[in-house]
T-cell receptor, first 110, second 112 residues
Framework: TQLLEQSPQFLSIQEGENLTVYCNSS?????LQWYRQEPGEGPVLLVT?????EVKKLKRLTFQFGDARKDSSLHITAAQPGDTGLYLC??????????FGQGTRLTINP | NAGVTQTPKFRVLKTGQSMTLLCAQD?????MYWYRQDPGMGLRLIHY???????AKGEVPDGYNVSRLKKQNFLLGLESAAPSQTSVYFC???????????FGDGTRLSIL
């Protein structure tokens, strides 16, 4: 059983479309991190959200932490081929170690 | 900046062989981690260390051992490799627990 469930697991869309990726759990997290991983490389941190209801923007990417701190979403506006990659959410619960979701593999077609 | 460096990048082993994966970080981080990444399963924590001379088990520790003799290095050993250990292994480091982790580029390991 995955503590953090990401959906969808795979998403392939055309350049210019909008999309949303979800990261859900039944557990409360003190913070949640989003990473992007490209082929042959390790994950790279995009953003950390800490406060329930928090919204952070990174250019065309908008990240939101749920009010109850159990879920998060990543919305990409006007997707570009450079957004292609594996997106991972990861949650922190107290003194426990970071727990990763299984990832969303995103492909943006030109 | 080198960040986190993993060696080797690729390796093929036969069942029963042993090997050591090396991870080095130059950010003076206290915490270091070893993960394995398998299709559809995200990153699973094998072992971690909260400082020089310390190690602890993660989610999937069986068949692996680790050592942290120096703060900057974290070694992952496979004593007797099994096909189920075929995976991509990532090392990461962080300033403290819960802080963002910095990852190496991975070691792709195949056990035949």
């Amino acid at each position: 059983t995955q503590l953090l469930e990401q959906s969808p697991q795979f998403l392939s869309i055309q350049e210019g479309e909008n999309l949303t990726v979800y990261c859900n759990s039944s557990s409360v997290f003190s913070s949640l991190q989003w990473y992007r991983q490209e082929p042959g490389e390790g994950p790279v941190l995009l953003v950390t959200v800490v406060t329930g209801g928090e919204v952070k923007k990174l250019k065309r990417l908008t990240f939101q932490f749920g009010d109850a701190r159990k879920d998060s979403s990543l919305h990409i506006t006007a997707a570009q081929p450079g957004d292609t990659g594996l997106y991972l959410c990861a949650g922190v619960r107290g003194a426990q170690k970071l727990v990763f979701g299984q990832g969303t593999r995103l492909t943006i077609n030109p | 900046n080198a960040g986190v460096t993993q060696t080797p990048k690729f390796r093929v082993l036969k069942t029963g062989q042993s090997m050591t994966l090396l991870c080095a970080q130059d950010m003076n981080h206290e915490y270091m981690y070893w993960y394995r990444q398998d299709p559809g399963m995200g990153l699973r924590l094998i072992h971690y260390s909260v400082g020089e001379g310390t190690t602890a088990k993660g989610e999937v520790p069986d068949g692996y051992n680790v050592s942290r003799l120096k703060k900057q290095n974290f070694l992952l050993g496979l004593e007797s490799a099994a096909p189920s250990q075929t995976s991509v292994y990532f090392c990461a480091s962080s300033y403290s627990n819960g802080q963002p982790q910095h990852f190496g580029d991975g070691t792709r390991l195949s056990i035949l």
